[in-house]
């Protein structure tokens, strides 16, 4: 069975960093792309950012400059680096494993890991 795991969510003010970890139970890890998304309260969830499954690395508008994700293949884990965090960036970060390309609706999702920053 599959398991993604978040942590490193918090509170935090405008402007400070936070970096975000998902284990995943991936077997072969190298054949997913991963991906990290969130969703603020009464809003739809949305793409952050994602690296796919050859190292391309894709993010969000709102996110470019900002964040930034990394994977470690051999020890199961994608992160994402948060700095200048603003306000709008509240909302619960999930981690999504994808099965090909970044392109396709997610397979696995994590239990997702709260991100509050306040102004």
């Known amino acids: 069975q599959v398991q993604l795991v978040e942590s490193g969510g918090g509170l935090v003010q405008t402007g400070d960093s936070l970096r975000l970890s998902c284990a995943a139970s991936?077997?072969?890890?190298?054949?997913?792309?991963m991906g990290w998304f969130r969703q603020a309260p009464g809003k739809e969830r949305e793409f952050v950012g994602a690296i796919n499954w050859n190292g391309a690395i894709y993010y969000a508008d709102s996110v470019k400059g900002r964040f930034t994700i990394s994977r470690d293949n051999a020890k199961n884990t994608v992160d994402l680096q948060m700095n200048i965090l603003k306000p709008q960036d509240t909302a619960v970060y999930y981690c999504?494993?994808?099965?090909?390309?970044?392109?396709?609706?997610?397979?696995?999702w994590g239990q997702g890991t709260q991100v509050t920053v306040s102004s």
């Open positions: 999504a494993a994808i099965v090909g390309s970044w392109k396709e609706k997610p397979t696995y």
């Open positions: 991936l077997r072969p890890a190298s054949s997913y792309s």
